[in-house]
């Protein structure tokens, strides 16, 4: 498996639990410099030990660079990032980390912006409401929890200046406190941009139920967390071309394209690896992939240029990748 390398070295400033199996992270430059600036919904990949390598949205406000603030959820089905981050990372540690990415930004002409949170989902929802909020631009925030217990970062959602702007909805809470979506999406104003990030089903919910709404397709934005359980098999053999040079790679069906390229000593940058992220997006100049990731919208796929070779495969026999 191949990792993008650490780009920066951070210092754990402060470790915190801020609800029941939730922390925050604050990180800071070792010498106490500025860090890279970052625009409302990027990320963060943390080196975390042992080629452990995951992503973090920056929920810090992007006029701060003073620091970057991640919450981190344990996760019971972990795949490492959480386990380490909970049970072994110690305030003080130097970690590395890449230079933030935005896979997720707001849509700079959008007249009003509507912000949907499901779970650690608030995460980069609270940059995005931050800078709204300096821009004079309208937008309102829900945030959906399980309890109160488990809503994260509900002392600054309570002090913010955009506070106002927040509604709190809990599933143990009376059904009249939780989020009447259709409601909602009717009387957002013309125009809104939708924004939403948590477990996949609740993505799933809230963007169905936009386009029932008839919300248009580039009006909605989404940022999931973890791929879709694997609904299929491994699929058969085929070959890969990259375009640069001619040369022919096949894929095994055990393997990723990933997988094969890195055997053949051709690295391509990953990260979540489940095709969550979009790092490892490349452009395909010939063939027909099969899209097995949570990153492009249904219009990208159609047009079958573009895929996420750390886990989508191909219904030709080969595919020609710019590479």
């Known amino acids: 498996m191949s990792h993008p390398q650490a780009e920066i070295q951070l210092r754990v400033a402060a470790k915190r639990l801020i609800a029941q199996d939730i922390c925050a992270l604050e990180l800071r430059h070792p010498d106490g410099v500025a860090l890279p600036p970052f625009s409302a919904g990027a990320h963060i990949d943390l080196h975390l030990g042992d080629n452990l390598v995951r992503q973090y949205s920056l929920a810090g406000d992007p006029a701060d660079t003073s620091r970057y603030l ?13 386990l380490a981050v909970h049970d072994r990372l110690r ?24 912000l949907l949170a499901g779970g650690i989902g608030i995460t980069p929802l609270l940059s995005m409401a931050e800078q709204l909020q300096r821009e004079g631009r309208g937008f309102e925030l829900h945030y959906c929890t399980r309890s109160a217990s488990r809503t994260a970062f509900t002392e600054r959602l309570r002090d913010a200046a ?38 996949r089903g609740f993505i799933d919910w809230v963007l169905q139920a936009a386009r029932e709404a ?46 094969a390229l890195a055997a053949a000593g051709v690295d391509l940058p ?19 992939p ?10 990208e796929r159609a047009r079958n240029d573009q895929m996420l070779p750390c886990c989508s495969r191909a219904l030709s026999a080969r595919l020609v990748l710019e590479l």
């Open 214 to 259: 008839a919300w248009d397709e580039s009006r909605l934005h989404r940022e999931y967390f973890a791929a879709a359980e694997a609904a299929s098999p491994a699929g058969g053999a085929f070959e890969v071309e990259l375009a640069s040079s001619g040369r022919v790679v096949r894929v095994e069906p055990a393997q990723t394209i990933v997988q």
């Open 270 to 288: 990953t990260s979540c690896e489940q095709g969550v992220c979009g790092t490892c997006l490349t452009r395909v100049l010939g063939g027909t």
């Open 91 to 114: 305030e003080g540690e130097l970690l590395g980390a890449s230079l933030p990415r935005n896979h997720f930004p707001l849509d700079p002409r959008a007249p009003h912006s509507l």
């Open 162 to 199: 955009w506070a106002p702007r927040v509604r709190l909805h809990h599933d143990d809470a009376p059904p009249s406190q939780r989020l009447g979506l259709p409601g909602v999406l009717a009387h957002a104003p013309l125009g809104t941009h939708l924004y939403v990030c948590g477990p």
């Open 70 to 82: 991640l919450g981190v959820l344990r996760e019971p089905a972990s795949r490492g990032g959480s």
């Open 290 to 299: 099969e899209h097995r990731d949570s990153y492009l919208t249904e219009e």
